[in-house]
């Protein structure tokens, strides 16, 4: 006679799997409530498991919390990467990071609420600040594309370019974030023209810097 599991009793889920669960549940409730309000039994309770289930995965809100940024991270800045890589121009590379920006937080509203809630704060671990490293990077390359392969500057020169790109970089994807987010909550506004305003908005002013133009004050 063949025997049957008894009716129900449920199959245990893959480790990978239930992880995989866990780690979705915990992006959630990261995004929407942010690091200081999620308690783990928000996580279980996303999850439907008991709050023993989850710590015999995570063995705090801090590990999990570092395993839900560090996948975040390399998805974000792996996108904005190979996005940088496929453009010559500097004004398309602009052009292609935004896009991603867009794309990500479309895509990803939970990630991005998580990016937008804690970039900025540096107790949230070394994930968020190697992300702020890598877009300040990413822009920092688009900002001194042609001076650093222009022959005819000296090298006290292209460190002063340097020094001004430092304090731009912020400038910068803080524009980005900020409209992207905007976007985020007035959805009739075009998408493309919400990116559009953004290109504008950073590679004008940029030009009217670069070219020398400044504000005098008293």
Avoid at 87 to 116: C, N
């Amino acid at each position: 006679m063949t025997s049957h599991p008894e009716a129900g009793v449920r199959r245990r889920m893959p480790h990978a799997r239930r992880r995989e669960q866990l780690l979705r549940a915990a992006l959630t409730e990261f995004g929407r409530r942010g690091y200081h309000l999620t308690q783990m039994e928000h996580v279980a309770a996303g999850a439907q498991v008991s709050k023993a289930l989850l710590y015999q995965h995570f063995t705090s809100k801090e590990e999990l919390f570092a395993e839900v940024t560090e996948a975040v991270v390399a998805e974000l800045t792996g996108r904005m990467a190979r996005a940088f890589k496929a453009e010559r121009d500097s004004v398309d590379r602009t052009r292609a990071l935004v896009r991603v920006l867009f794309d990500y937080a479309t895509a990803e509203p939970d990630a991005w609420s998580l990016v937008i809630r804690h970039l900025d704060k540096p107790e949230f671990g070394p994930e968020l600040r190697d992300l702020r490293e890598r877009l300040g990077t990413s822009f920092a390359d688009l900002l001194l594309l042609r001076r650093r392969a222009d022959p005819a500057l000296s090298p006290a020169e292209l460190a002063a370019n340097e020094r001004r790109a430092r304090l731009l970089v912020p400038l910068m994807y803080g524009s980005m974030l900020s409209m992207v987010s905007w976007w985020l909550e007035h959805p009739d506004t075009p998408r493309d023209r919400a990116e559009q305003m953004t290109v504008e908005f950073i590679w004008l002013g940029l030009d009217r810097l670069r070219s020398g133009e400044r504000l005098r004050f008293p």
